[in-house]
């Protein structure tokens, strides 16, 4: 579990230094990862039609619902791994 959470930080740390900014999808799947890590299951209500950005990442983390966090922390630092090598 230690090694996780220091695992996970590191990735948080290491998205800041991506040179190029990931495609939506795959930072829809950043947020929805880091959320459901940090706060477990979505909570409140999905934004309206006017609010376009806020639903997609409402929706995005909806569908992780009953991830634990661990999994939700290990699946954000495998796709920051994932995009750095990307841009290599």
């Known amino acids: ?3 996780l959470k220091v695992q996970f930080e590191r990735a948080q740390q290491d998205v800041k ?6 495609a939506n999808e ?3 799947y950043l947020y929805s990862h ?3 890590a940090t706060e477990g299951d979505v909570k409140g209500g999905r934004p309206g039609m006017l609010d376009p950005v806020g639903r997609a990442k409402y929706d995005a983390w ?12 290990k699946a954000y630092a495998a796709k920051v791994q994932a995009l750095l090598k990307s841009q290599k």
């Open 34 to 36: 880091y959320k459901q």
């Open 1 to 3: 579990m230690a090694d």
């Open 17 to 22: 230094t991506l040179t190029k900014r990931p």
């Open 62 to 73: 909806a569908k992780l619902k009953g991830h634990s966090r661990d999994e939700a922390m």
């Open 26 to 28: 795959d930072m829809l």
